[in-house]
């Protein structure tokens, strides 16, 4: 595993990151890097089409659930709305 050192971090964020990791039961270091793992995503998710990454942002979204719900995916292309469509000329 490699690692890196962060510098000029300043006293109020090194605060709260003490803090978040106490509330989490770990610490700073493993919260340092559960909130880089979670910056970064995951290396291998590919986002090849719309359901993909719609699929993607449900996952990311999944904690807010109850905050934030998302209708599902629709299976078919929806028509665009006349006054947005490109007049001829």
């Known amino acids: 595993m490699a690692s890196i050192t962060i510098r000029n971090i300043g ?9 978040q990791a106490a509330e989490h039961g770990r610490s700073v270091e493993a ?3 559960d909130i880089l793992q979670a910056a970064v995503g995951n290396e291998t998710e590919i986002i090849q089409t719309g359901a993909d990454l719609f699929e993607s942002i449900r996952k990311r979204l999944a904690p807010y659930r109850d905050l934030l719900p998302l209708e599902p995916f629709p299976d078919e292309i929806l028509p665009v ?3 947005t469509r ?3 000329r």
């Open 11 to 19: 006293e109020d964020v090194k605060r709260r990151l003490r803090r």
């Open 31 to 33: 919260e340092v890097r």
């Open 81 to 83: 709305p006349p006054e």
């Open 86 to 88: 490109r007049r001829k």
